[in-house]
């Protein structure tokens, strides 16, 4: 390893701490500007119905909604992020802090060349996720000073940086000697973050994978069916109550369809039955005037 400027390493952290947390303030901007630019849409869309749905229904249905705006958020600022992240790759963009690979001119030569760099067993020309662990560095001798716990350095700031965590921001010990090797002429009023705040995130979660959650603990959503009913002003509601018949019910209609047999069965016997007589009686008179 070489120094920078003849004063700080390469990958010290004095030296990329400041680039990374440029890169990490981006990274937070553009999850709000992702996350704003979908509720704007959301919010511009219509809910429409042929008919006044049921508060659970609504409720299942908007459940769905947030399902899909959530989902839609992710995929899109995933895919636009790994769309620049493979592009940086497949290019082989040289870093300007020189961390993927050192460039130097030829002593005998003017031409421009290049010494690649490794991380560990890992070499920038094959992964640009190769890293190693963020450290101060003595320039004169490149020993180790001191470790950033969780924070990592390798080929590219963001590669770097979506595998780095933020465990050092909640121990006062690793923050104050972070803070000592920094020697910033900034006054810092800033505290470490309290560990004990309730999240689904751990802190040794890595950036990157708080980032595939766009770094939201939770998504909040309320329905107010109260508005939606007020809004959607019925002109009339109509309703279907299913109930099954009891025992005393059953009985009490077949005794009535009995009765009313019984009653019909007496007005129509005798009807039925004098009908019949006639009839005989009619055809006994026609055959004995035959006989005559």
């Known amino acids: 390893m ?31 500007d992702a996350i704003r630019n979908s509720l ?11 008919y006044m749905v049921p508060s659970t229904l609504l409720e299942s249905q ?8 959530r989902a839609s958020t992710i995929n899109e600022f995933s895919g636009s992020l790994d769309i620049v992240r493979q592009t940086t790759q497949a290019n082989a963009l ?36 190769c890293i190693s662990p963020s450290a ?5 001798n490149s020993t180790v000073l001191s470790l950033v716990r969780g ?6 700031i963001l590669e770097a940086l979506l595998q780095s965590s ?3 921001f909640y121990d006062p010990i690793c923050f104050e000697s972070m803070m000592s090797y920094l020697n910033s002429t900034v006054i810092w009023n800033g505290t470490v973050m309290n560990r004990t705040t309730p999240s689904r995130f751990l802190t040794t979660s890595a ?25 959607c002003r019925p002109i009339a509601c109509s309703y279907t109550v299913e109930a099954r018949n009891d025992a005393i019910y059953i009985m009490t209609t077949l005794i009535g369809l009995v009765g009313g047999l019984v009653t019909a069965l007496k007005l129509a016997v005798p009807n039925s039955v004098n009908l019949i007589r006639k009839k005989k009686d009619r055809q006994l008179c026609d055959t004995g005037m035959i006989d005559q």
């Open 207 to 231: 950036i990157g994978d708080i980032l595939d959650e766009l770094m939201i603990e939770i998504w909040n959503w309320t329905l107010k069916f109260d508005d939606y009913f007020a809004q």
């Open 94 to 129: 040289f870093s300007s802090l020189q961390s993927n690979a050192r460039l130097f001119i030829q002593p005998t030569s003017v031409i421009l060349g290049s010494l690649l760099a490794r991380y560990g067993n890992c070499a920038c020309t094959l992964s640009s996720k």
């Open 166 to 168: 933020l465990e050092c």
């Open 136 to 140: 101060f560095y003595d320039g004169l």
């Open 62 to 69: 908007a459940q769905a909604l947030v399902n899909e705006l």
């Open 40 to 50: 704007t849409n959301f919010y511009a869309t219509q809910y429409v119905s042929g």
């Open 151 to 156: 924070m990592r350095t390798g080929c590219y």
């Open 2 to 32: 070489t120094q920078y400027d003849g004063l700080l390493m390469y990958n010290d952290f004095r030296l990329t701490s400041c680039f990374t947390f440029q890169a990490l303030r981006s990274i937070c901007q553009l999850v709000d």
